[in-house]
């Protein structure tokens, strides 16, 4: 068997882990990053995340045909895939071994191909960046179906499902049903959890249900999955709520009920590095493994799944080895997220009900997205943003922004909180029109303040 050295190996070709690649090989060390499918170049987010995901949820919204939607998303990530292969494979001190990386030991991993071990690679230094994989929960007659899918099975379709049944209503459920209803599909939406969007205020997930509503999708909350069966071309999922079955049918059954940290099949067995209850990597938050000169980053160590939150990890690393070690896991601040429905849910820090939760005093200020013009413009007029202020500091606490374009705008609110810049900055500040940023004018504008 082969056996090779490098001073870096990198497991798995995620965000953090591609970055880190170019950047060590551009430092002039030796690295190779380890992909075990072709098809992943790149990882998660290009190849079967965030991109195709967001490209077939443009199209549908500019009314596309399914076909052909598809067609241009197979096209950009083909496209996406071959760049990010190169821009490693034609670094002169960067190789891409293709193969799965399992552990032997602290310092020795082993390549395989189609289970058939073809090298061993030494390394002064491992950084693992596998990322996460669907959870797929247990139903009874699941082995027997063939309509079951998950988010990959789903866009790799060629013809839309007629009916489309949803198991799950966290981001990946809430952003295909969007999706397909855009191209004419009925959509049903199960989910175990009686309330729909726990984390967020009550007014606005009872916006975001009634929108998704009046675009036709269909919700089954509170319901446990008992079993599935297929009868011809259609899969009936057997569901039960207080006691009460029932079934629902559909073409296609997408399961959305979260995703788990890529470590089965990685050899950690075999090494001194301590997995979590959920399975992901433990680190601190220099992001350092349980291991010496091991590291993990991205979706395997847990907490937030998120592309930025795995560029945010290379970041650390080159603080923590090249930097002044200023930046941990610790000091990232506040995260801002956006849910790509229509219109897109947007947030980041406090919302009214954690604050109350806590018991942190606030200013909310609240405004119609009817009231914007730009919203006029785009035909779009639904939605609700909220911001709590600190009535001592007058700095930002939180913001829900339930309004096209908010994943835009939600990134002015980041900067200002990360800047602690007082709310009256984003009130006061010129912005272009006609624009949704300028909303941040009329939402923190004394009028729009809520007695409470
Ligand atoms: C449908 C969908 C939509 C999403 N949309 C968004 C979005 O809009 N915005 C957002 O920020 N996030 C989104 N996410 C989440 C985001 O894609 C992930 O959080 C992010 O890609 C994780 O990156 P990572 O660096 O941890 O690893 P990944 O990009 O997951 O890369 C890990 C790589 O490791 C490889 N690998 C695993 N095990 C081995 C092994 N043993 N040997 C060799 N290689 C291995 C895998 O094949 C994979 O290529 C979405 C996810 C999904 C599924
Ligand atoms: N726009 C984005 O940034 C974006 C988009 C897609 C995915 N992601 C990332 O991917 C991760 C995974 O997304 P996801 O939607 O799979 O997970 P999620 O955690 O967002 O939602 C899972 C949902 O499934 C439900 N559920 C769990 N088990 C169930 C069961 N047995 N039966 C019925 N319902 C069940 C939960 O109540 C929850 O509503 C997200 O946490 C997010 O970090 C991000």
């Given at each position: 068997m082969e056996r090779r050295t490098f001073k870096n190996l990198i497991i798995g070709f995620g965000k953090a882990g591609k970055t880190l690649a170019k950047s060590l090989a551009n430092k002039g060390e030796s690295v190779a990053i380890v992909e075990q499918s072709t098809r992943m170049y790149g990882g998660t987010c290009i190849n079967i995340g965030c991109i195709p995901s967001k490209s077939l949820i443009v199209n549908g919204q500019k009314g596309e045909a399914f076909t052909e939607a598809v067609l241009q998303k197979f096209s950009l990530v083909e496209k996406l895939n071959k760049k990010n292969y190169h821009m490693i494979a034609?670094?002169?001190?960067a190789t891409v071994i293709d193969g799965k990386a399992r552990f032997l030991s602290d310092h020795e991993v082993e390549i395989s191909e189609e289970g058939k071990p073809i090298m061993l690679v030494q390394a002064e230094r491992i950084f693992i960046n596998t990322g996460a994989r669907a959870i797929l929960p247990s139903i009874l007659g699941m082995s027997e179906s063939k309509n079951l899918v998950t988010s990959t099975g789903l866009m790799d379709l060629q013809e839309k499902p007629e009916h489309l049944l949803i198991v799950g209503s966290g981001y990946i459920g809430l952003e295909f049903a969007a999706m397909f209803l855009s191209y004419g599909s009925k959509v049903t939406i199960i989910d175990s959890h009686s309330m729909f969007l726990p984390r967020q205020d009550r007014d606005i997930a009872q916006r975001v249900k009634r929108d998704l509503e009046d675009a036709g999708a269909v919700f089954k909350l509170g319901y446990e999955i008992n079993g599935v069966f297929d009868r011809d071309e259609e899969s009936i999922l057997n569901i039960t709520r207080d006691g009460q079955a029932e079934e629902v049918q559909g073409n296609k059954i997408l399961l959305a009920t979260g995703r788990k940290p890529n470590t089965s099949g990685l050899g950690l067995e075999n090494t001194s590095i301590k997995v979590g209850e959920a399975g992901h990597i433990l680190v601190n938050e220099k992001l350092e493994t349980s291991t010496p000169n091991i590291w993990a980053l991205g979706d395997v160590h847990g907490g937030p799944q998120f592309t930025y939150t795995s560029l945010d990890d290379f970041r650390i690393i080159e603080s923590q080895l090249y930097g002044d070690k200023s930046r941990t896991l610790s000091n990232r601040g506040e995260l801002a997220s956006s849910v790509f429905i229509t219109p897109t849910l947007s947030n980041i820090g406090l919302t009214e009900t954690i604050a109350q939760a806590q018991g942190t005093k606030y200013r909310l200020f609240r405004l119609e997205a009817t009231s914007i013009p730009k919203s006029a413009v785009l035909g779009q007029s639904k939605g609700l943003l909220k911001a709590l202020v600190d009535p001592d500091t007058q700095e930002i606490l939180g913001a829900t922004l339930y309004a096209e374009e908010s994943h835009e705008v939600i990134n002015i609110l980041s900067l200002a909180m990360k800047a602690k810049l007082p709310y009256t900055m984003l009130r006061d500040h010129i912005y272009t029109h006609p624009t949704m940023s300028e909303a941040l004018n009329d939402l923190f504008a004394p009028v729009n303040e809520v007695k409470l």
């Open positions: 034609d670094e002169q001190n």
